[in-house]
């Protein structure tokens, strides 16, 4: 049975994967450049559930993270014309040892205090972007020039400046990382988080150095959104302070929210869901927000384990 | 001539904690040999839960010595103490209620497959983690709800699950608090069959106000009233020690 469940599992997420690829036959233009994008936040999400959603730890800051790779990729790009892969690895490495600095300190608090904490630290990123301006761009940002446009990979000319060539660029990643974090969630590793977030006093008293297992989930879930803001920065071309706000941070976890903590497809669809839901509502009135809020509330007050969540609970038992 | 010793699997040497102003444990000697089940029994607020828990690593001590299986374990946090084989079950039953029994004890045996993957023994001899979980669902009764989520058992079977979470650790000594409280007759009863089982290649610590189920289980008792040690005897000389009658069985 269990080995079943494994299988259906595996099968749904690879399915959701392959829709994805085989949207943009579908839609028209205007979704291509939308869904590129909401797959690249969705693996910003996808890394805030690592901590929030399987470890329980609530950050109020992933747009540090965020911000984070959008930097480390896109200012040696501006600045000293590296190529776009290197800049990319450079954003993921840059990403993993800002979360260790960062998790090193943030995870000697817990609860609320780790909230403000996180929130203090993704607030001194935010004001250091634009005090930085010089080399930042501050809040107007940088455009990044036309070299970081295109690039040669294997032999293969990858052009950037095409919607085709991003979009499967975003679902690469997305599906990578997807796939990386199903792995993950069902192994060893994903049993310690779930066991610190069920009861961590427990998980200490059984022999796991629980601090360890924080700090290893933390530096997973900054590199994963790291490494989707400097896609994000590269695929678009575009650098900012606005990637840095406290608005990301809230995004990252709305998004997990909404679409299920603690499942692997949930941020993804939450994702999808916000993005369409204010899409839909600012094409019909100015106070977008505001129906965009009702929305939500409906969506807590009758699943409030997020969409995939509720459907776990209530009928799908086997979803990761 | 060299003097046989016997073995002593876990010794504290002049053991103190306060909390504020009231000395919750002071000056604690003992002493405990391995393969025994000690009793330890004493008034509310004798300081036996504290008293655990400084072995357990839950509260640091403030002075003294703690030496497990030759090791001196007074600074290490209870993790460590618990992958040098420690394990302690709570007063209040402290399980995972919103994972399957599975899973529940699953999380204890990853630890082992840990410690053991680190030893040299060849892989075919070690359990692998279904094994394991399976072994001590039927051992403590619970193979019949491995699906089922924790918070869903009734009271007992919750307190049996986090003796089979312990038990899949192997632990080499096994501290249980309270374990009885709230069971019932027939519940005590069958648990007692279990720790009789269980017993064979393991040490235990028995807190429990249930006199008759320590009396019965253990080899010594050591009674503790006001954070110290009153009086360790069997559980005969215990009955018959006029100091604990006293201080505890009533005047």
């Given at each position: 049975m269990m080995e079943n469940s494994g299988k259906r599992s595996l099968a749904l997420h690879i399915g959701v994967l392959a829709l994805l690829s085989l949207l943009p036959f579908i839609l028209p233009d205007y979704h291509h450049l939308t869904i590129t994008r909401i797959m690249i936040l969705a693996m910003f999400a996808l890394g805030y559930n690592v901590l929030f959603g399987y470890v329980g730890l609530l950050s109020l800051g992933h747009a540090m993270f965020f911000a984070c790779g959008l930097y480390a990729a896109g200012l040696p790009v501006y600045h000293l014309g590296w190529e776009v892969p290197l800049a990319f690895l450079f954003a993921v490495v840059i990403s993993a040892l800002a979360a260790a600095l960062i998790g090193a300190i943030a995870l000697r608090t817990q609860g609320v205090a780790f909230m403000i904490v996180t929130l203090m630290f993704s607030q001194v990123a935010y004001l250091a972007t634009l005090y930085f301006s010089n080399v930042t761009g501050g809040d107007e940002g940088l455009v990044l020039p036309e070299h970081a446009r295109r690039f040669e990979i294997l032999g293969m000319l990858v052009d950037l400046t095409s919607p085709q060539v991003r979009y499967y660029t975003a679902l690469g990643l997305l599906s990578a990382s997807a796939l990386i974090v199903y792995r993950w969630v069902n192994s060893g590793l994903g049993r310690e988080w779930v066991a610190v977030r069920e009861n961590e006093s427990r998980t200490g008293m059984l022999g796991y150095n629980t601090f360890?297992?924080?700090?290893?989930?933390?530096?997973?879930?900054?590199?994963?959104?790291?490494?989707?803001?400097?896609?994000?920065?590269?695929?678009?071309?575009?650098?900012?302070s606005t990637f840095a706000s406290i608005q990301y941070s809230i995004d990252a976890l709305l998004f997990t929210l909404l679409g299920g903590a603690g499942t692997v497809l949930g941020p993804i669809l939450g994702s999808f869901i916000m993005f369409y839901l204010i899409d839909f509502f600012s094409g019909h009135t100015t106070a977008y927000l505001l129906a965009t809020g009702v929305v939500l509330i409906l969506l807590i007050m009758y699943f409030p384990l997020g969409v995939l969540g509720t459907l776990r609970k209530r009928w799908l038992h086997w979803l990761p | 001539m060299v003097a046989l010793v016997a073995v002593s699997l876990l010794s504290t040497r002049k053991l103190n904690r306060r909390f504020g102003g009231i000395v919750a444990v002071k000056d604690v000697d003992f002493s405990l040999e391995q393969g025994e089940i000690r009793g330890i029994i004493g008034p509310n607020g004798a300081g036996k839960t504290t008293f655990v828990n400084l072995l357990s690593g839950c509260f640091a001590s403030d002075s003294g010595q703690i030496v497990f299986q030759g090791v001196d374990i007074t600074g290490q946090p209870a993790w460590k103490r618990a992958r040098l084989g420690i394990a302690y079950?709570?007063?209040?039953?402290?399980?995972?209620?919103?994972?399957?029994?599975?899973?529940?004890?699953?999380?204890?045996?990853?630890?082992?497959?840990?410690?053991?993957?680190?030893?040299?023994?060849?892989?075919?001899?070690?359990?692998?983690?279904?094994?394991?979980?399976?072994?001590?669902?039927?051992?403590?009764?619970?193979?019949?709800?491995?699906?089922?989520?924790?918070?869903?058992?009734?009271?007992?079977?919750?307190?049996?699950?986090?003796?089979?979470?312990n038990l899949a650790v192997d632990p080499v000594l096994l501290?249980?608090?309270?374990?009885?409280?709230?069971?019932?007759?027939?519940?005590?009863?069958?648990?007692?069959?279990?720790?009789?089982?269980?017993?064979?290649?393991?040490?235990?610590?028995?807190?429990?106000?249930?006199?008759?189920?320590?009396?019965?289980?253990?080899?010594?008792?050591?009674?503790?009233?006001?954070?110290?040690?009153?009086?360790?005897?069997?559980?005969?000389?215990?009955?018959?020690?006029?100091?604990?009658?006293?201080?505890?069985l009533g005047e």
């Open positions: 360890l297992i924080k700090l290893k989930a933390m530096v997973i879930s900054g590199t994963l959104s790291g490494s989707a803001g400097a896609a994000y920065g590269l695929l678009f071309a575009y650098i900012g | 079950t709570f007063q209040i039953t402290s399980i995972y209620p919103g994972l399957t029994v599975f899973e529940n004890v699953a999380i204890g045996a990853q630890v082992r497959i840990r410690q053991s993957s680190k030893s040299k023994a060849s892989p075919d001899e070690k359990p692998g983690l279904e094994e394991i979980v399976d072994n001590c669902l039927r051992l403590t009764g619970l193979d019949r709800s491995r699906t089922r989520l924790a918070a869903e058992l009734a009271y007992g079977h919750q307190r049996l699950l986090e003796i089979a979470v501290i249980l608090d309270e374990p009885t409280q709230g069971l019932s007759v027939d519940e005590i009863e069958e648990f007692t069959g279990l720790l009789k089982c269980i017993r064979s290649n393991r040490t235990l610590i028995l807190i429990d106000h249930n006199l008759p189920f320590v009396m019965n289980l253990a080899d010594r008792v050591t009674v503790m009233d006001q954070g110290g040690i009153l009086a360790e005897n069997d559980p005969k000389g215990i009955q018959r020690d006029v100091r604990v009658k006293t201080a505890y």
